[in-house]
C-alpha cells in the first residue's frame, strides 16, 4: 500500500501565531507532494506543489510567503502557516505522489486548523 | 480553458443503483480519477481510467468516454455507508488535477 500521514490531525491557535502541519509518505519515497485547502461544502483547492530539494510551485492567489513549504526529504513536507488569522482556518490536505507522472496521489488524513 | 462539472447532489435508496455523471473540457488528458471523501476526512482513490470504456472494481464501476469529455461512476447495491462526496478529477498535461466541486450522495433505507 501507499501510506500518508499527517501531524498534527487537529489544531487550534490564536490568531498571529504560527502553524506547522507535517506530511509523510511512511512506505515509499514522494518525488512529489501536493498541498490542498478544503472550505466546507467546497473542493478541494491545490496551494502549491512541492518537488524535493527544490521550491514549491504555489497556484495563482496563494501567498508563498504566508504558507512555506518546504520539501527537505522524499518522505516529509512541511507546511506552516505564518501568522494565522481567523480566515485560514480549514482543513488542509496533503498527497503524495510515489514516481511516475501519471500515478495517482495518495492522501493524508488532513488537518483541521481553526485560528481564533 | 480547463472545466469540469458533476453534479452537486443526488439521493438514493439503500440496495439501489445509483450513477454520478462527470463532464470535463480540456485540451491536455492523462486520464480520469474517481475519489470518496466521508464528511470531515480526506479522499480516498477510488478508480482510474485512460482509455475509453467500463472499469469494474467490486461495487462501483467507472467509466470514459474521451471523445465526449464524460465519465461516470456506478454504484450497486448502495450500503448506508456509502453515503459520501465523490469527486471526480481529470489529469491534465503537466499532470496536475482538476478537481470538480463533488458530489455529495445521500443514501436513504
Known amino acids: 500500500g501507499a501510506v500518508v500521514s499527517q501531524h498534527p490531525s487537529w489544531v487550534i491557535c490564536k490568531s498571529g501565531t504560527s502553524v506547522k502541519i507535517e506530511c509523510r509518505s511512511l512506505?515509499?519515497?514522494?518525488?512529489?507532494m501536493f498541498w490542498y485547502r478544503q472550505f466546507p461544502k467546497q473542493s478541494l483547492m491545490l496551494m502549491a506543489t512541492?518537488?524535493?530539494?527544490?521550491?514549491?510551485?504555489?497556484e495563482q492567489g496563494v501567498e508563498k510567503d504566508k504558507f512555506l513549504i518546504n520539501h527537505a526529504s522524499l518522505t516529509l513536507s512541511t507546511l506552516t502557516v505564518t501568522s494565522a488569522h481567523p480566515e485560514d482556518s480549514s482543513f488542509y490536505i496533503c498527497?503524495?505522489?510515489?514516481?511516475?507522472?501519471?500515478?495517482?496521489?495518495?492522501f493524508g488524513p488532513g488537518t483541521r486548523l481553526l485560528v481564533l | 480553458g480547463q472545466n469540469i462539472d458533476q453534479p452537486t447532489e443526488m439521493t438514493a435508496t439503500e440496495g439501489a443503483i445509483v450513477q454520478i455523471n462527470c463532464t470535463y473540457q480540456?485540451?491536455?488528458?492523462?486520464?480520469l480519477f474517481w475519489y470518496q471523501q466521508h464528511a470531515g476526512e480526506a479522499p480516498t482513490f477510488l478508480s482510474y481510467?485512460?482509455l475509453d470504456g467500463l472499469e469494474e472494481k467490486g461495487r462501483f464501476s467507472s467509466f470514459l468516454s474521451r471523445s465526449k469529455g464524460y465519465s461516470y461512476l456506478l454504484l450497486k447495491e448502495l450500503q448506508m455507508k456509502d453515503s459520501a462526496s465523490y469527486l471526480c478529477?481529470?489529469?491534465?498535461?503537466?499532470?496536475?488535477?482538476?478537481w470538480g466541486a463533488g458530489t455529495k450522495l445521500i443514501i436513504k433505507p
Open positions: 512541492s518537488n524535493e530539494g527544490s521550491k514549491a510551485t504555489y
Open positions: 512506505d515509499f519515497q514522494a518525488t512529489t
Open positions: 481510467n485512460v
Open positions: 478529477a481529470f489529469m491534465d498535461s503537466n499532470y496536475q488535477l482538476i
Open positions: 498527497s503524495a505522489r510515489r514516481g511516475e507522472s501519471q500515478e495517482t496521489q495518495y
Open positions: 480540456t485540451s491536455g488528458f492523462n486520464g
